[in-house]
């Protein structure tokens, strides 16, 4: 009965492939977020969604792109993954107008 | 822009003495302010909010305005209290929230 499930939990993968990062939250909430954490473990935000509707984009390049089938779910494709790429990405969700997040469990995406 | 600022990577104390981890923020309007905790190899978590005033944990944290500060106490600490803590914020209208950059806390032995 995990609140917010992300898969995979681990990602290798090589330069120049694409990869996508699937994420679900079975809470009813109607934001959804991709928060990336650096090798310094700092988190930054890189998209929100509100009903299906992209409402945050910070400065992520083009090769990133979120996307939301349904309330219930928002994936990050990545195209052209680079070395710098490698970090944990957290998916969270949060209840419209409030904006305490519940967070995935992380995925650790590794370049080579 | 708004900011938070954690100015302790690492805190390190023995157990049953006192904690206290910075936050400071910046942010013109009022914020929301939030302490998360994550436990190693778990998923990060809410430990409380300043709008809540509770205490989770043994945990407190409060928001001082002139100094703009919310730093997180604990009067005195346990082993199981180890972890990454993250200090955070959010305006009104703005729905993401901002974080520190952490600061671990040790609770040795």
């Known amino acids: 009965d995990t609140a917010v499930s992300q898969t995979p939990k681990y990602l290798v993968t090589q330069m120049g492939n694409d990869k996508s990062i699937k994420c679900e939250q079975n809470l009813g909430h109607d934001t959804m977020y991709w928060y990336k954490q650096d090798s310094k473990k700092f988190l930054k935000i890189m998209f929100s969604?509100?009903?299906?509707?992209?409402?945050i984009n910070e400065t992520v390049p083009n090769r990133f792109s979120p996307k939301s089938p349904d309330k219930a779910h928002l994936n990050l494709h990545i195209n052209s993954l680079e070395l710098g790429d490698s970090a944990v990405y957290f998916c969270?969700?949060?209840?419209?107008?409030?904006?305490?997040?519940?967070f995935g469990q992380g995925t650790r995406l590794t370049v080579v | 822009a708004q900011r938070v600022t954690q100015p302790e990577k690492l805190l390190s104390v023995f157990k049953g003495a006192p904690v206290e981890l910075k936050c400071n923020y910046s942010y013109s309007g009022s914020p929301e302010l939030f302490w998360y905790v994550q436990y190693s190899r778990q998923r990060l978590q809410l430990l409380l909010r300043?709008?809540s005033r509770e205490s989770i944990k043994g945990f407190t944290a409060d928001l001082n305005k002139g100094e703009t500060s919310f730093h997180l106490k604990k009067p005195f600490a346990q082993e199981e209290d180890s972890a990454m803590y993250y200090c955070?914020?959010?305006?009104?209208?703005?729905?993401?929230?901002?974080f520190g950059s952490g600061t671990r806390l040790q609770v040795q032995p």
């Open positions: 969270a969700s949060a209840r419209g107008g409030r904006t305490e997040a519940f």
């Open positions: 969604y509100n009903n299906k509707e992209l409402i």
């Open positions: 955070a914020l959010s305006g009104p209208g703005r729905r993401a929230l901002t």
């Open positions: 300043h709008i």
